[in-house]
Nanobody, 125 residues
Framework: QVQLLESGGGSVQAGGSLRLSCTAS?????MAWFRQPPGKEREGVAS???????DYADSVKGRFIISKHKAKNTLSLQMNSLKPEDNVMYYC??????????????????????WGPGTQVTVSS
């Protein structure tokens, strides 16, 4: 079973930056970051495949950057220009590749079968 663990969460003032990291127990082809605001469904933030193709939610485009360090099995999310709306729990996710070795899902939570326990990001105004 794939194990994921997030780190880097914490408190930051609005307009500031924070970098989240996710360490996987083994190399993954398909990975993504999700977040879940209180009382709402889990939503996709950014995804990345083995070929480094990325997808971002409209709410974070131009502010967040997803990247992957394959050699270290590490996924990162650079969060810039943070807003109070970003004050939620963030989760790292991974998905098994399809039979054609392409990644499923993109920003769809249902496509990911492996999840980290989450890390809290607090943005103060």
């Amino acid at each position: 079973q794939v194990q994921l663990l997030e780190s880097g969460g914490g408190s930051v003032q609005a307009g500031g930056s924070l970098r989240l990291s996710c360490t996987a127990s083994e190399s993954q082809y398909c990975m993504a970051w999700f977040r879940q605001p209180p009382g709402k469904e889990r939503e996709g933030v950014a995804s990345i495949d083995w070929e480094e193709s990325t997808d971002y939610a409209d709410s974070v485009k131009g502010r967040f950057i997803i990247s992957k360090h394959k050699a270290k099995n590490t996924l990162s999310l650079q969060m810039n220009s943070l807003k109070p709306e970003d004050n939620v729990m963030y989760y790292c996710a991974a998905a098994d590749v399809r039979s054609d070795y392409e990644c499923p899902g993109g920003l769809s939570a249902s496509a990911y079968g492996y999840w980290g326990p989450g890390t809290q990001v607090t943005v103060s105004s």
